[in-house]
């Protein structure tokens, strides 16, 4: 694609591209940006010019050890780099982002702790050295399940918040207990569901037994009712408890809103479901669905109006506010700030009415997908996975507020809430926050809390009109729904506008993409089998092979549709999603259920391959053991794909007998794996399950947690 030209006043967008296919340069609302390559093909720059933004953004790569690897991003101006922002990735032995080092943390960063024998992170560290702790965040496990029963937040040795909490068998959050010196009493909140696990009821007491109904807090006792398909129907809260009534047409839009205490209102659509009129807003959209303008319908004095410009990608550029005085609306904006991102992270706030002066930076580390190591990271890139994978909910580490030089930490609850800001120097709050379940504030108090923007599923808030920003959509608490349809219409669900299916305790939407549901089993367990045995493999293989397609299925689930584990497997176990696509062969052939595994290849002893042992301990590194105790990572194997053959960039690709990947003479393992980062490789034999991830293969199939290499 070369250009997309717009009918209305949407700008237009150019595009041109390199002898690789690769974007060299954007025009866009922004400007022109020009993007440039390494000799690795990885992204090296990217240029700002010739519109309402002059900046450079700089990514680098490790040149010594593991070549190529993703290790520092910079915005800045010619000649000087960094001047806006620096980052650094630092990686432990495993190939995991172990440390983090960026604007407001403390001098040596934030480091990850991981599980014993899992990828998921245990403890968050704040560092002033590699030995001093300042603050810590640190998550506790079911023994069984990968579900989260607690996260202790931390200054020295200071307790600021806790959440505990306890899960039903289905993996829902059915109650949670909060202690510590950000709250003025230690409390709790039960939770109850209907059979589709939509939030019906959440409800405080000041006590810290869950189920115990002592001391209640009313006030803070909010119930839910829903129609079959979704639709809020009923919602009663506040003190003192009132009732509002919801009315929809058929395709699911709330058309009035009839509140016990105030007037009923109505809601208005454009054809493209966009919303255009609620009780406080008009609404106007361009013609990708983005909203550009939000107006007060009865403005008065201090009203303020909202105009956003968005770029190619639909990240949003630019906010201006205009404030009402005098009759009329100003014509130069009050506020007006411009963003810089890390694809959909926000990096820097620059001020458009000071010179684009540099007004926040943000540090970003493993997100709630990255801690649970979902992350994938694209084919060709040069992002670190686990980073974006779930929308950057949960991984917000730090705040620098330029203009005081205050540098704030953010405490989570379980869920990617902001909970805390957390002053480095001092451990004082900066911010304390308590949510309604879809998001709206029950309590917001400290210095930060009006200006910092991170709240709710760690997403921007705009509070000139009570919305959330997710990147592709806007969600309103008030409503506990979507302002706009969703963009993958029925893809997403078959209602448009609800946000995660109504569980909002337990699910997360990163970029107000709703994931959809994955599509139907096409057999059960016992016609898989029996198809198997037909074929005349064993019990044990046919068993295995179906235990493939369920770890694949599991993993493809959680990181592609941003379900809990639990989900996934309540999913698989209740036939109502789909697997994932079925394993390959050796030979790149598709594994599925009418066509159970082959036996693994000679070479193959137990899953693990000798010869790529071999070849590892020649080419990487000078014994077995230290071959066996590091991933594919450490040696190298950030891969390309296999049987490209010769590139335009004179690389050339080969696969040699021992199951390896030559790249201009160096090894590399694996076949599909990814430029840069590491990824999915090509299928394995993990002791008789055919898998399509080393990560599987490594974390739950090798006894005793033996790394071995994998052809």
Sequence with gaps: ????????????????????????????????????????????????????????????????????????????????????????????????????????????????????????????EFKSDASTVVASATRTFESTRDLLTAVENKYGATTLSKYEYVNDDLGRRTSVVQMGTAFTTDFHRDFTYNDRSELLTSKKYNNTTPGSTTNPITAQHFTFSFDPIGNRVDYTGEDPQVTTNYTNNNVNQYTSIDEESDPDWSITYDFDGNTTQDDEFDYSWDAENRLVTVVPRSPITGSLKSVFTYDYMGRRVRKQIYLYAGGQWNSTPTIDRKFIYDQWNLLVELNALSSDAVLEKYTWGLDLAGQRRMGVPPVGTSFIPGLHDAGGIGGLLSMRDVGTTTSLMYMYSTNGDVGQLVKVTDGSFGAKYQYYPYGGEIQAVGSYAATNPFRFSTKYWDGEHQAYYYGHRYHKP???????????????????????????????????????????????????????????????????????????????????????????????????????????????????????????????????????????????DSNRDTCNDHTPVDHGCAGALVGIGTWTAGLFLATNPAGWVVIGGAAVCGGLGFLGGYGTTTPVNCHGNWVNDVDICYNDHCPGGDRSWYK
């Design 478 to 620: 008030k409503l506990g729904r979507w302002l706009s349809r969703d963009p993958l219409s029925e893809l997403g669900g078959i209602n448009l506008y609800v946000h995660t299916a109504n569980a909002p305790l337990s699910r997360f939407d990163p970029y107000g993409l709703e994931p959809p549901p994955p599509p139907d089993l096409p057999v059960t367990h016992d016609a898989y089998m029996q198809d198997c045995l037909t074929k005349g493999y064993s019990e044990q293989e046919c068993e295995d092979a179906w235990n493939a397609e369920h770890d694949m299925y599991v993993k493809v689930c959680m990181n592609t549709w941003g379900w809990s584990q639990a989900d996934c497997e309540r999913a698989w176990k209740d036939h109502t999603d789909p697997p994932p696509p079925p394993p390959f062969d050796d030979g790149g052939n598709r594994i599925g259920p009418n066509d159970p595994p082959e036996e693994p290849p000679p070479d193959t002893q137990d899953g693990c391959n000798e010869a790529g042992l071999a070849q590892c301990i020649a080419t990487a």
């Design 1 to 124: 694609m070369t250009s997309i030209n717009y009918s209305d006043s949407t700008p237009d967008v150019t595009f041109t591209y390199n002898r690789l296919g690769r974007q060299a340069t954007v025009v866009d609302a922004v400007g022109t940006r020009t993007f440039a390559y390494n000799s690795a093909l990885q992204l090296s720059t990217e240029t700002f010019s010739g519109g309402i933004l002059t900046r450079i953004i700089t990514r680098g790569y490790s040149t010594s050890g593991v070549l190529g690897r993703y290790n520092n991003l910079q915005v800045g101006v010619s000649g000087d780099p960094d001047q806006d922002y620096d980052v650094d990735y630092y990686y432990d032995a495993k190939g995991r982002l172990g440390r983090i080092d960026g604007p407001g943390l403390p001098s040596y960063g934030a480091e990850y702790t991981f599980l014993t024998n899992s990828d998921m992170v245990e403890k968050t």
